[in-house]
């Protein structure tokens, strides 16, 4: 059963996505190399996982690798690997028993295979829960995802399979990688920084984005929680004039 949400917070959004930045700049402050980082990264991840679950968020969503990742040095591309297997190997118990449902989005195609084979294990064992849907954005980015679903549109229109009139937001919706997920209603970006990095720009049309200055590794339930407050205090107008 779903815990309901605690009657002192904030009502929760829906769906909640987070760019979880600040992984170097905290193990730098610490003397720490940048995979001791990551590692206390891993700790905000099962934070957030809990705090979302608690609360009622019903979809979560984290930017875990990017397509631009593979740019950083080997060493660090190879702990961040070794971290996911670690997370997909060791958490994936806990995350079910818990009704949490797992789902990735990204070009698995560069993964290793036995990363792949972990993942598909994930979203198989857990794909009948529905407490909490995760999703892991992993060598994921918004450009190619939005090029992909063109391309198969296309195709589909060049087959005589789709007539292109048909063509409108939500049929190209239904050819992301997101398709059965509500769009964000709230999009966090921890460590100061104020882009989304290539990060569901389609999804995130109409999403509240709010910026902390804290760094991933030290996010956890109270920043959630203001984040929340900050989103529970703006008018959702969706294009609408505020009259």
Excluded at 89 to 106: D, F, P, T
Aim: aromatic share 6%.
């Amino acid at each position: 059963m779903r815990p309901a949400p605690s009657q002192d917070a904030p009502s929760a959004p829906c769906h909640v996505a987070i760019i979880m930045d600040g992984n170097g700049r905290w193990a730098k402050a610490r003397g720490l190399p940048r995979v001791a980082g990551h590692r206390s990264g891993a700790d905000a991840v099962r934070r957030a996982i809990i705090a979302c679950r608690e609360l009622g968020v019903r979809y979560l969503t984290l930017y875990a690798f990017s397509s631009e990742n593979w740019k950083r040095p080997q060493d660090e591309v190879d702990d961040l690997m070794g971290l996911l297997r670690h997370y997909l190997r060791r958490e994936l118990a806990e995350l079910h028993k818990n009704n949490i449902r797992v789902r990735v989005i990204g070009d698995r195609s560069r993964l290793a295979p036995d990363i792949q084979g972990l993942i598909g294990q994930a979203e198989q064992t857990t794909a009948g829960n529905d407490a909490l849907t995760l999703v892991i954005a992993v060598n994921y980015g918004s450009h190619a995802e939005i090029v992909a679903a063109a391309r198969r549109i296309a195709r589909e229109v060049k087959e005589g399979r789709l007539d292109p009139a048909a063509i409108d937001e939500r049929l190209f919706s239904a050819h992301l990688q997101t398709v059965g997920i509500p769009d964000p209603d709230l999009l966090i970006r921890t460590s100061g920084e104020l882009r989304l990095s290539n990060f569901l720009l389609w999804q995130a049309a109409y999403s509240e984005l709010v910026f902390i200055d804290t760094l991933w590794p030290d996010f956890d339930k109270k920043h959630l929680l203001e984040a929340i407050s900050e989103y529970q205090r703006r008018e959702r107008r969706y294009g609408a004039s505020s009259g």
